[in-house]
């Protein structure tokens, strides 16, 4: 087999073959119950879950073990709990063994109360939703219940506007044809709606309480599975066996829209419905500092392992030199060995430096973290007042991983845009409407003329109003009336005589809304009539045939008789297809592509609107080919579009509609920073790619200047690469680096637009699959590691195509294949991820990736709630990361650095002292300084560098982007910085001590003082200042706070040294108190207090010197950071170019519609129609809808936008 054809076969590989064993029978929960599973060894459940859904980490049982069991895996809680053990000996305690338990039991009490404060909101939600109200059948008759109560094999009856409590089968509707409409937001992120229709059998036999109660069919299907867009099964029923597809399944979380009733079957429940396949399970993130600490606790372990062993064989020949020379005190000896000496002093010297990794430092920790996420909490340039909603640190132990972010990851509905559609130009025979010269929103007088005008909605230009309403322009009248005739939209009309549209795309409902508040009114359908309102005049066309849209065809038409008897056919589509499709290029035809690439550069969604007259026997001819490929049994779709194709040829222009997907304030501004900070985004989304494509240009995350790859072009790119990598894989030398095709790549400025199904063909994102052969087989001796090795070398290969690229959208990706493309970067690239969204179908995604940041949308709050921060807009991702994120990376990374260095410079002394004391592991310094040194005397200066550090301010953080590109490099805390705080420590130290000692040396002052504890207080007061001084000389921002902590520092330290030396202490307790006035006496000596001030100029010398060369050399400086490199020029607005081929001339196509292939066959059957009344699809809460005017942008005009927003 060939690598083409390898590869070939790899990306189509065979599915999964499905176990079809999952048996749902109606109305009999005996029947499930008997039924288990087998969990671990011979404990076994239930096999068919209730509907309770479980998402909190913790119960009461569980909670102090799992708890502590996690907290348990840092590393440093060990090596605490390790020294704890050793002071409990007696025989090598340099300690009470208290002291150090109680540092550590509040250590772990603080994070178990956080952890148990989130665990409990996570118990409150699955509360409400558990507790949710729904109607179950119970006995004969329909009981109103709780969510929870739910078992599969139910049947249960919705309302319209709620929501779908487990994946049901459509049993029967109040509807036509019981259909029933849903809205999948949740899912898959798009807003319009779908259709879902019962099988004909439950429909025509299944129209009361009774008959449901009898009914006792039974489902055979595939096990619960994270497969969102595929279901296959079968309903056995009297005898009779009828197919099940997913066009017949509600899915969890799906919404009742536009349908009085319908009745479902509860085929998977709870934790196996497939939106809860997807969530994932809850993590526990560690940020990338946090996984450093842990291995630094080991560094330092091993260090302090290796010291203390070393001084332990010095203390073993210490102790044989003396026995030697000092014989005449062999009786104190008298049982112990110089062996024994050694082991002993090795467990000492191990307690005594064990406070190098100070408790107190993880204590502060928390407490910076927690004040850090309270500056993101009361930032009021992140508050959204229309919401009411500050934005929310949910997690406190993540703050400094924000400063290191390198991939976004974002949904788009709903998190870069705002389900609004608004109807914003339109170009008509050449002449564009909607610009700068419209003037304001009309007044109530001048509308009067059209009695169904949509004040709230309107689209209004002078010019066009004039034009219409002189009705002399035949090319304008097609316009609007093709508006108002193709679509597939249903109308209800109320008491009230307003019209209320229901639509199935929010792009159809602006265009007949805007059509409507020009004149030309849709205002009814029947199976094979539609009625318009044209300027007054009321005319009824005959429909002849609907051409369905589909992704491929990218287009619909209509064919009609209108009230004269001429048969004319509207189409309106992507502008690619439909300006190839037309009779002649005219004048006007080049004014409308001007006009399109007008459109597009403001990134407006365009459908193109064409028609032409058809003779009578044209259409008598159509029509008989119509009829003979829709009535085919193989190839009937194939078959229909080639007729579709013949009859939509030679078509007359007639303009461009021009739509927005309004995006969230601040959207393309936002994206354009975190790209200047080499952060690339990455758009996921449930959405068509055309509609992504579009919104990528609107946010200006795609350019003009990008190569937009797709599949094809990825598949050749995949090809070559496994090609190369398989010419010399017995090297294992990796040949394909992207980055060096020169001829794809234009120094990457490149994107890539995928699909959900062409994920889950190369990376295998969909479930699980065993191939018994597969041509990995074929090329390695083993097959068991085949698969694997090749698995990861497509994969690999993908991330390191996508990671190139300045940009990636994901389009129809399911909820686990947003998470999973999330894991690819995290494992391939070891990069710091944020995922972002509003919906369920975003809660995976963000529960993956490091830092989880939920949108409070329309969507719902399921995001939020599984968040690690909550904003209210997009726009503020951008303080969030640049700003606080940057900010909480220096001051962390600061306070770590300095605690480190404090605890180094004082503490190493006691290495330096085993060499005067004979190795005896006695401390030099008092015990009540070893206790307060990291907790009152130097803990507050480092506290406050951790609150309050700034480099820049946050308008200069904002400013320059590229400083936050420092905490991508992990620049401010890293193995070589640790090494030179341990440096710098130890030189502190070495020069508090020797200096010190070479005073005291054979040398007294005027109070002959040189004593021990003296030369102890001393030592202490060198490093305790020269530690402030080194604060002082780093500290950036200063603040009241700052010089309080450092004043209360100073103060401190001479309070609690007098309290601790005075008499009344020592009589009271001598042997805790043994320091009797040494600070006094030692401190009010001139000649120690030269000492000290020697010691500290000698220690800050250096630092002093060192911060000299930068200034002069000008690194370490902002700019420096920054680096011209890094320096870009602000790009240009976009100018859109084609992205269907590289080096193309072609203009890019802004062409988008979120509209379901199906709808026009339901209207031409008449299924969708309700027969009581022709004018009326059936009630509809018109409350679910709303329209708003809202002025247009700045720069595109003065006249207001129409604008449908989807449902709330």
């Not at 502060?364 to 229309?386: C, G, K, Q, R």
């Not at 690229?805 to 999330?822: D, E, F, G, H, S």
């Not at 080096?1143 to 379901?1156: E, I």
């Amino acid at each position: 087999m060939t690598n083409q054809e390898s590869l070939e076969s790899y990306l189509n590989g065979n599915k999964k073959q499905l176990d079809f064993t999952w048996e749902v029978k109606a109305n009999d929960r005996a029947y499930h119950k008997q039924f288990k599973k087998r969990v671990v060894f011979c404990l076994t459940r239930k096999k068919y879950e209730d509907n309770t859904i479980k998402t909190a980490k913790y119960n009461a049982l569980t909670f102090l073990p799992l708890n502590l069991y996690e907290q348990f895996h840092r590393l440093a809680n060990l090596y605490f709990l390790f020294v704890i053990l050793l002071q409990t000996v007696p025989e090598i305690s340099t300690l009470p063994w208290f002291t150090l338990l109680l540092p550590l039991s509040c250590l772990l009490l603080l994070r178990g109360l956080r952890d148990l404060i989130d665990d409990i909101a996570r118990h409150r939600s699955d509360w409400m939703i558990n507790n949710r109200p729904c109607e179950i059948l119970v006995g004969k008759s329909f009981s109103w219940k709780k969510w929870r109560d739910i078992c599969v094999g139910d049947i249960v009856c919705l309302r319209k506007d709620s929501f779908v409590p487990a994946d049901l089968l459509l049993l029967s509707s109040s509807e036509p044809s019981s259909l029933c409409y849903v809205e999948t937001a949740d899912i898959d992120g798009e807003t319009n709606l779908k259709f879902r229709q019962a099988l004909l059998a439950t429909h025509q036999e299944l129209v009361s309480e009774a008959s449901m109660a009898a009914f006792d069919g039974k489902v055979t299907c595939e096990e619960p599975n994270s497969r969102m867009h595929s279901f296959i099964g079968t309903l056995e029923w009297r005898g009779e066996k009828y197919s099940l597809d997913t066009e017949k399944i509600l899915l969890r979380g799906c919404r009742i829209r536009n349908t009085e009733t319908c009745y479902g079957l509860v085929i998977y429940a709870g934790l196996d419905s497939k939106i809860m396949k997807n969530c994932g399970k809850i993590k526990m993130k560690k940020t990338k500092l946090d996984r450093l600490m842990d291995r630094l606790v080991i560094l330092i372990f091993v260090m302090l392992v290796f010291t203390s062993f070393c001084l332990a064989f010095a203390a073993g020949f210490w102790a044989v030199k003396f026995h030697v020379e000092h014989s005449y005190l062999s009786a104190l000896y008298v049982g112990t060995s110089p062996a024994e000496q050694a082991f002993f002093t090795f467990w000492g010297f191990m307690i005594l430096l064990s406070i190098i990794v100070p408790m107190s430092m993880y204590i502060t920790f928390e407490f910076v973290y927690m004040v850090n996420s309270y500056f993101i909490d009361w930032d009021l340039e992140m508050y959204y007042p229309a919401k009411d909603m500050p934005a929310k640190a949910r997690s406190t132990s993540l703050n400094d991983q924000l400063g290191q972010i390198e991939y976004i990851f974002s949904d788009k509905t709903g998190t870069l845009t705002q389900n609004i559609m608004t109807f914003k130009k339109c170009c008509i025979n050449g002449i564009i409407y909607g610009s700068a010269n419209a003037e304001n929103k009309p007044s109530k007088a001048s509308m009067s003329w059209n009695p169904y005008v949509d004040r709230t909605a309107e689209f209004h230009d002078p010019a066009l109003l004039e034009t219409v309403l002189q009705n002399d322009d035949p090319v304008v009248r097609e316009f609007l009336r093709l508006l108002a005739l193709c679509h597939t939209v249903m109308v209800e009309e109320k008491d009230t005589g307003q019209l209320v549209y229901q639509a199935a795309s929010p792009d159809e409902e602006a265009l007949v809304t805007a059509a409507r508040n020009l004149g030309y009114v849709f205002l009814s359908r029947t199976q094979d009539t539609i009625t318009l309102s044209e300027l007054g005049m009321e005319r009824t066309y005959s429909m002849l045939a609907m051409l369905d849209f589909n992704s491929v065809r990218k287009r619909m038409s209509i064919l009609v008789r209108d009230p004269e008897g001429k048969i004319r056919l509207y189409t309106k589509g992507a502008d690619m297809l439909i300006l190839e499709r037309l009779r002649e290029d005219g004048p006007a035809t080049a004014f409308t592509q001007l006009a399109l690439d007008s459109f597009a550069e403001e990134t407006l969604r365009t459908l193109c609107l064409a028609s032409k007259e058809v003779k009578e026997e044209d259409y008598a001819e159509w029509s008989k080919k119509h009829h003979e490929a829709s009535v085919l049994l193989q190839n009937r779709a194939q078959e229909l579009d080639k007729v579709y194709e013949e009859i939509e040829q030679d078509l007359q222009l007639l303009g461009v509609t021009a739509i927005e997907d309004k995006l969230q304030d601040g959207v393309p501004d936002t994206i354009q920073l975190l790209k200047k900070g080499n952060i690339k985004v990455w758009v996921l989304t449930g959405d068509k790619q055309e509609t992504a494509v579009n919104i990528g240009f609107a946010c200006r995350l795609l350019t003009d200047n990008m190569q937009i790859l797709e599949e094809k072009e990825i598949c050749e790119m995949l090809e070559a690469c496994w090609v190369s990598n398989n010419n010399l894989g017995s090297s294992g030398e990796r040949l394909c680096q992207f980055q060096q095709h020169s001829g794809v790549l234009h120094q990457g400025k490149m994107a890539l637009v995928v699909t959900g199904d062409f994920l889950e063909k190369v990376l295998g994102t969909g479930e699980k699959v065993k191939r018994k052969e597969s041509f990995w087989a074929r090329l390695a001796c083993c097959k068991a590691q085949a698969q694997p090795v090749a698995d990861s070398s497509v994969e690999k290969a993908f991330v390191d195509l996508a990671t190139s690229c300045q940009a990636v959208i994901c389009c129809r990706v399911t909820p686990k294949q947003k998470a999973l493309v999330v894991q690819l970067v995290k494992r391939h690239r070891s990069a710091i991820t944020l995922a972002i969204g509003d919906g369920a179908n975003d809660v995976n995604m963000i529960k993956t990736a490091d830092i989880g940041v939920g949108i409070s949308g329309q969507e719902g709050m399921q995001a939020v709630q599984c968040s690690d921060y909550a904003l209210a807009q997009f726009r503020y991702l951008q303080r969030l990361l640049l700003v606080h994120g940057r900010w909480s990376y220096l001051r962390i990374c600061k306070f770590l650095r300095y605690f480190f260095y404090k605890t180094f410079a004082a503490m190493m002394v006691q290495i330096w002292f085993a060499f005067y004391s004979g190795f005896t592991a006695q401390p030099l310094y008092e015990g009540w300084f070893l206790a307060l040194y990291n907790v009152f005397y130097t803990a507050y200066p480092v506290l406050s560098m951790g609150l309050m550090e700034q480099d820049v301010s946050a308008e200069k953080s904002l400013q320059l982007p590229e400083l936050y590109k420092v905490g991508q490099r992990d620049e401010l805390f890293n193995y070589r910085v640790f090494c030179v705080t341990l440096l710098h420590g130890t030189i502190t130290s070495l020069g508090s001590f020797f200096i010190a000692l070479w005073a005291f040396e054979d040398r007294v002052g005027s109070r002959v003082v040189g004593d021990y504890q003296s030369f102890a207080v001393t030592v202490a007061t060198s490093a305790f200042l020269s530690v402030v001084a080194e604060i002082m000389m780093d500290i950036k921002y200063w603040t009241i706070l700052t010089f309080l902590t450092i004043a209360g520092s100073l103060i401190f330290f001479c309070l609690f040294s007098f309290f601790t030396q005075n008499f009344l202490a020592f009589r009271e307790a001598p042997t805790i108190f043994r320091f009797l006035d040494a600070s006094q006496n030692a401190l009010t000596d001139p000649y120690v207090l030269a000492i000290v001030l020697l010691c500290v100029v000698v220690n800050t010398i250096l630092s002093l010197t060192i911060r000299l060369l930068r200034v002069i050399t000008g690194t370490g400086t902002i700019q420096d950071k920054i680096g011209s490199r890094d320096i870009r020029v602000v790009e240009s607005t976009v100018e859109l170019k084609s992205h269907f081929r590289r080096g193309s001339l072609q203009r890019r196509s802004s062409y988008a519609f979120s509209h379901k292939e199906g709808y026009a066959d339901l209207i031409t059957r008449g299924a969708s129609l309700r027969v009581k009344d022709s004018r009326s699809r059936g009630p509809v809460n018109a409350g679910s809808y709303q329209s708003i005017l809202l002025p247009t942008r700045e720069g595109a005009g003065s006249s207001p936008s129409v604008f449908l927003k989807e449902y709330n």
